[in-house]
């Protein structure tokens, strides 16, 4: 009959196409083998920075933002470990800047006072020898000089206390959030470092069998680029009633932002013949 001369679907749901359909289509077959391949498995993940190359710097103390020798790092800025980024000038309170400048004033009261008498106990008489307790005397106001100026240093250095933000680790600058001027709390996040060459993938799945049997795993981004992952191990916590996986990205890292979400395609050790 006419209606098996063109493409239909029977009651059981095989799909009948003509040759001349499937010419028309492009579609070419080949004879199915039997043959032994690796169970795959699909998870969600997604990609994550490698903490040991990846750092954030944040505020130490209250403080106002000045620029570093280079200026104000900004995003993509390729830094080393350790460079000076920029500086945080402590902001003290009203109480605790008075109290400073309070002793500091004491200190250099107390500085001047040593001076006459270290005068009156040096003024003898050239051809007479200097008394034991003379010699004391002038050693002990020297000391308390000594005492007194490294005191004044150290409440100098607090009142102008410029506090250096370093880089953590070398990479490039993934986050800025600071500017010139700008008045930050403890413990605020200044900057992120990434280093954009290594960044891992994290995975969850929700058969633990399937946890102990990956042998690899390639993760394919929205984009369809496909990375390269190598297994570095699982969780033994359930986060959300799912077992955590971790991969290291081993091709392709570079073309990939930090928190791109990825399919995560598992291939299991059991081998299957199909």
Do not use: C
Not at 4 to 11: K, L, T, Y
Not at 39 to 47: F, W
Not at 181 to 190: E, H
């Amino acid at each position: 009959p006419l209606g098996d001369a063109v493409p239909h679907r029977h009651a059981n749901g095989a799909v009948f196409l003509p040759k001349a359909t499937q010419h028309i289509l492009g579609i070419r077959t080949i004879r199915a083998l039997e043959s032994e391949a690796a169970r795959t498995e699909e998870i969600p993940g997604r990609v994550i920075a490698d903490p040991n190359k990846s750092g954030r710097v944040q505020a130490a103390r209250d403080g106002r933002i000045e620029a570093g020798p280079g200026g104000v790092p900004h995003l993509g800025q390729a830094v080393r470990q350790g460079e000076v980024l920029a500086y945080l000038v402590p902001i003290l309170s009203g109480f605790e800047e008075a109290s400073l400048r309070q002793t500091l004033t004491q200190v250099e009261r107390d500085m001047s006072l040593l001076v006459p008498r270290a005068d009156a106990l040096g003024a003898v008489n050239p051809n007479m020898p200097m008394a034991d307790t003379t010699v004391h005397m002038l050693q002990e106001l020297q000391i308390q000089s000594q005492a007194l100026a490294r005191q004044k240093e150290a409440i100098l250095a607090t009142l102008n206390q410029k506090i250096e933000i370093q880089a953590p680790v070398a990479g490039h600058v993934s986050a800025a959030h600071i500017t010139v001027g700008q008045v930050v709390a403890a413990r605020d996040l200044l900057l992120e470092i990434a280093d954009p060459s290594a960044a891992l993938v994290e995975g969850w799945s929700f058969e633990p069998a399937l946890a102990e049997q990956v042998a690899g795993a390639t993760a394919i981004a929205d984009n369809g680029r496909a990375l390269q992952l190598g297994f570095l191990g699982r969780g033994r916590v359930l986060q959300q009633q799912a077992i955590p996986l971790l991969f290291r990205v081993e091709q392709g890292g570079e073309a990939v932002a930090i928190g791109t979400p990825v399919r995560i395609v598992l291939t299991g050790k059991s081998k299957e013949i199909g």
